[in-house]
């Protein structure tokens, strides 16, 4: 083992709560969630930023030593990466994500260049028994909050916002809602439930007014799946339902087709019986007629209101109410309507002041 001193630490490893100084081993498992210290080799103008654990972007500048997670992803704007099959100290990965999310890219999105390279340095060591020196691998599983197949709702309502993909609106439509709820006399928890770890979008909602918020981050979990999204969801929505909310907002990342497990969690009986209200976030309006059909035929979900770009005027708008026969509302400029179709499905138009 050595010790080194970290200049920038993701936070996609926050459930580690590592210090600046580190000690570091040239052994590696290579499994999804080990912590990994890395030295940044290139330079790029745009998708330069890395996700600190405190919330704020920095700029990432050649030699920083970072320690980030390894994982994989699988972005439709983004990146594409797998998992390390084995690692040694100098060897190069890349940085897939903001987050900290480091891989083996495979594809690049043009928009965004080549990613960042990064010469390995070690991996970062956990040190869990007081006063040995007997250090394990670091994972993000550690102190991470315990996994639940149960699902405990207590009787609050949950909003489901899901988008035909990527930068669809999701985010925006979330804290859109919870704004609008809470200044309604409401108290509003959320989470994101799928995607490739990243805070931004759950700090968000917090500054839109969340009591409390959840990533699957904060559950050892560096990229959702399918294979592990129902029980993800599960967790979170028995988490934040304790403290009895008036209603949970349940963010679905990526789109309807993708790699993340939305169709799971979707496909999940209880959990799409959990849904009391669906918001999909489109970018177009055939997007959003292939939206609505998606939901209703592959998973027996009617659409309660449709936002995002394809609602951004009254063209899109009046398109989705006439040739789809859903209701539509744009999220930036009606947002008190938006809001109160919500409040209508879930049952609580007269609650709300």
């Not at 499994?31 to 998708?47: C, H, N, P």
């Amino acid at each position: 083992m050595k010790r080194i001193t970290l200049d920038k630490i993701a936070s996609a490893t926050s459930n580690c709560k590592l210090s600046r100084e580190v000690r570091v081993g040239d052994e590696f498992p290579c499994q999804e969630g080990d912590v990994v210290a890395v030295r940044i080799l290139t330079e790029k103008s745009t998708y330069n930023t890395l996700e600190l654990t405190t919330g704020r972007f920095s700029l990432l500048k050649p030699g920083d030593v970072v320690a980030g997670t390894l994982g994989h992803r699988r972005a439709l704007v983004g990146y594409a990466g797998h998992l390390p099959k084995s690692l040694r100290v100098g060897d190069r990965i890349q940085m897939l994500n903001l987050g900290g999310c480091l891989g083996i890219c495979t594809s690049v999105n043009p928009d965004l260049g080549k990613p960042f390279e990064c010469e390995v340095l070690g991996q970062v060591q956990h040190f869990p028994y007081l006063g040995e020196r007997i250090g394990v691998p670091a994972n993000i599983r550690q102190g991470a909050l315990p996994l639940r197949s149960d699902l405990a709702l207590h009787g609050v309502p949950v909003v489901g916002v899901v988008g035909t993909c990527m930068n669809a609106g999701k985010t925006f439509a979330c804290m859109s809602l919870i704004q609008e709820l809470t200044r309604q006399g409401l108290r509003v928890n959320a989470c994101k439930a799928t995607g490739v770890s990243l805070r931004r979008d759950l700090l968000s909602m917090e500054d839109a007014g969340a009591s409390k918020t959840i990533l699957f981050t904060d559950l050892g979990i560096v990229t959702t799946q399918a294979s592990n999204a129902p029980i993800l969801a599960r967790t979170m929505l028995t988490h934040l339902a304790t403290d009895r909310p008036d209603v949970i907002v349940l963010e679905l990342g990526d789109g309807l087709m993708g790699t993340y497990g939305v169709d799971a969690i979707l496909r999940d009986p209880e959990l799409a019986a959990a849904l009391h209200a669906v918001v999909l976030a489109a970018n177009d309006p055939v997007g959003a007629w292939g939206g609505v059909r998606q939901l209703h035929e592959d998973f027996g979900l009617e659409t309660t209101v449709v936002t995002g770009p394809a609602t951004d005027n009254d063209a899109g708008t009046e398109l989705i109410r006439e040739r789809i026969g859903v209701q539509a509302f744009n999220a930036r400029v009606a947002p008190r309507e938006l809001a109160g179709c919500i409040l209508q499905a879930i049952g609580l138009a007269e609650v709300a002041r």
